[in-house]
Nanobody, 120 residues
Framework: VQLVESGGGLVQAGGSLRLSCAAS????????MGWFRQAPGKEREFVASCTWSGGITYYADSVKGRFTISRDNAKNTLYLQMNSLKPEDTAVYYC??????????????WGRGTQVTVSS
C-alpha cells in the first residue's frame, strides 16, 4: 500500500491542523494504521494508532487529549486532528500501516511525511 500525507503547515501555538493520509494500491481496511513524527535531531516517535475499524485507538502521552486519530476506510484515508498545538509538536509527521495496532514496530508501509511547524 502506498501512503501520501498532506495537511501540514505553519500554525501558531494553540492552533489546529488536520493531517490526511491517502492510501492507494490496496485497501487499508485490513490494516492497523498509525501516525509517527520526527523532530529535528530526534528519533522518530509514535504519536497515535488505531485498529482496522478505528474502534480502538492509542496515543502517546504527549498528545493525549489534544490529538485524535480517525479513518474512513471507504475513502481509504487516515486522519489526525491536532488541536491545542505546541511548539514541541513541530516535526515531520508520517503515516504508516501494519498488521497489528500494538506492534507499531511491524509497520512496514510508510509515507514520505508532511511538515508541521508550530510557532510560539
Amino acid at each position: 500500500v502506498q501512503l501520501v500525507e498532506s495537511g501540514g503547515g505553519l500554525v501558531q501555538a494553540g492552533g489546529s491542523l488536520r493531517l490526511s493520509c491517502a492510501a492507494s494500491g490496496r485497501t487499508i481496511s485490513t490494516y492497523a494504521m498509525g501516525w509517527f513524527r520526527q523532530a529535528p535531531g530526534k528519533e522518530r516517535e509514535f504519536v497515535a494508532s488505531c485498529t482496522w475499524s478505528g474502534g480502538i485507538t492509542y496515543y502517546a502521552d504527549s498528545v493525549k487529549g489534544r490529538f485524535t486519530i480517525s479513518r474512513d476506510n471507504a475513502k481509504n484515508t487516515l486522519y489526525l486532528q491536532m488541536n491545542s498545538l505546541k511548539p514541541e509538536d513541530t516535526a515531520v509527521y508520517y503515516c504508516a500501516a501494519g498488521p497489528s495496532v500494538t506492534r507499531t514496530d511491524k509497520f512496514g508501509s510508510w509515507g514520505r511525511g508532511t511538515q508541521v511547524t508550530v510557532s510560539s
